[in-house]
Antibody, heavy 122, light 107 residues
């Protein structure tokens, strides 16, 4: 069965950096685009970014462009989110999610990880 | 950015009743690329419907999606206890955005 497990969350101060990881299993990771989606405490869902199945293209929401970087290692079935210049408003649970459209540009999310909490506070 | 507005904010219903959730887009969504996700407290979201009307794997047939253009609906027939949750619509016609959610609560 498809499994996505995030790690790397924690508490840090504004301006800090953090790298989240997501390990995938139960499917051919290199066949699928992958996303990060976040959810602030008690709030709704916000798409953060996408990486193509082969890592050649990446897209980000306006709120994180220039500060966050998505990458992947298909040999290790791992997805990453490098977060720099963190702000208080980045406090959220961060989910990795599989692209339901596989390698296509249909950006819906057919499997989600359990999430990892990032708290940015002074 | 395509903005999605969900209504109502909260729906109070009894088990066995029908729930009708609405999602309106600020502009027409290309190729009906709308999905619906269910989220229970402390859990990640779960995909219910994609392509406006296609049920995801393992989703009971009491869940159905419909609509096109700017107006989309998720219908849950014969509510069961496990259906009380928050529901989000999501468009993927251009990038990806979510509605603010509709909470279905027990009356």
């Amino acid at each position: 069965q498809v499994q996505l497990v995030e790690s790397g969350g924690g508490v840090l101060q504004p301006g800090g950096s953090l790298r989240l990881s997501c390990v995938a299993s139960g499917f051919t990771f290199s066949d699928y685009g992958m996303h990060w989606v976040r959810q602030a405490p008690g709030k709704g869902l916000e798409w953060v970014g996408f990486i193509r199945y082969d890592g050649t293209d990446k897209y980000y929401s306006d709120s994180v462009t220039g500060r966050f970087t998505i990458s992947r290692d298909n040999s290790r079935n791992k997805l990453y989110l490098q977060m720099d210049s963190l702000r208080v408003e980045d406090t959220s649970v961060y989910y990795c999610a599989r692209n339901g459209g596989g390698s296509s540009w249909s950006w819906f999310f057919d499997y989600w990880g359990q999430g990892t909490l990032v708290t940015v506070s002074s | 950015e395509i903005v999605l507005t969900q209504s109502p904010g909260t729906l109070s219903l009894s088990p066995g009743e029908r729930a009708t959730l609405s999602c309106r887009a600020s502009e027409s969504v290309n190729a009906d690329q709308v999905a619906w996700h269910q989220q229970k407290p402390g859990q990640p979201p779960r995909l219910l419907v994609y392509g406006a009307s296609r049920r995801a794997t393992g989703i009971p047939d009491r869940f159905s999606g419909s609509g096109s253009g700017t107006d989309f609906t998720l219908t849950i027939n014969r509510l069961e206890s496990e259906d009380f949750a928050v529901y989000y619509c999501q468009q993927y016609g251009r990038s990806a955005t979510f509605g603010q959610g509709t909470k279905v609560e027990i009356k």
